[in-house]
């Protein structure tokens, strides 16, 4: 398996409160993802990055920011918590493009706005 | 923009049947398609991937071929076993699976009888 870490694996918090996720790869991997699933919505990607500090928007991105200041970190805040952000969260990571190299989920957190 | 659309289920099957869960999509590009495995309280794994037309991806029986033609990427398997109850989701990358995200479909759940 993918040495994928994600923390907390489990939040409830409160709406308005900042909260912080964060994704920790062992595999030295340029590309990470943080994606959000939802019933009936499958897979959404909220932002990706392709290096340290080079990160870009996906589909879901309001509400969000990311940052990535090393390969092996990359952190998704939700800066005031909405209710509408209560969601499982997942991490991916890959490596080589050119390779079709495919993405690899970590387990996922679980997060809750009260 | 690029879009993948499966059957959502849930699809209930008795132990050994055949199993086909359709995955067709859309793309400006010329995708790599996917095919990925859920099950409870986990993380998605990779089952399967093709990367270009007439590819058949296959693993642990499943197997899927890429037909850009119908634009399609079925997984089958011949003999469904308890084990294989999760959530299947297709999911495609215009960039060969590395940056820009997966774009996947809502998810098929598939429950295995005794």
């Known amino acids: 398996d993918a040495g994928i870490t994600q923390s907390p694996r489990h939040k409830v918090t409160e709406t308005g409160t900042p909260v912080t996720l964060r994704c920790h790869q062992t595999e030295n991997h340029r590309y990470m993802y943080w994606y959000r699933q939802d019933p009936g919505h499958g897979l959404r990607l909220i932002h990706y990055s392709y290096g340290v500090k080079d990160t870009d928007k996906g589909e879901v991105s309001d509400g969000y920011s990311v940052s990535r200041s090393k390969t092996e970190d990359f952190l998704l805040t939700l800066e005031s918590a909405t209710s509408s952000q209560t969601s499982v969260y997942f991490c991916?990571?890959?490596?080589?493009?050119?390779?079709?190299?495919?993405?690899?989920f970590g387990d996922g957190t679980r997060l809750s706005i009260l | 923009g690029d879009s993948v659309t499966q059957m959502e289920g849930p699809v209930t099957l008795s132990e050994e049947a055949f199993l086909t869960i359709n995955c067709t999509y859309t793309a400006t590009g010329y995708p790599s398609l996917f095919w990925y495995v859920q099950y409870p309280g986990e993380g998605l794994q990779l089952l399967l991937k093709?990367?270009?037309?007439?590819d058949k991806g296959s693993n642990k029986g499943f197997e899927a071929t890429y037909r850009k033609e119908t634009t399609s990427f079925h997984l089958e398997k011949g003999s469904v076993q308890v084990s294989d109850s999760a959530v299947y989701f297709c999911a495609l990358s215009d960039s060969g699976g590395g940056a820009d995200g997966l774009t996947f479909g809502k998810g098929t759940h598939l429950i295995i009888q005794p």
């Open positions: 991916a990571i890959s490596g080589d493009r050119a390779l079709n190299q495919p993405q690899h």
């Open positions: 093709a990367t270009k037309a007439d």
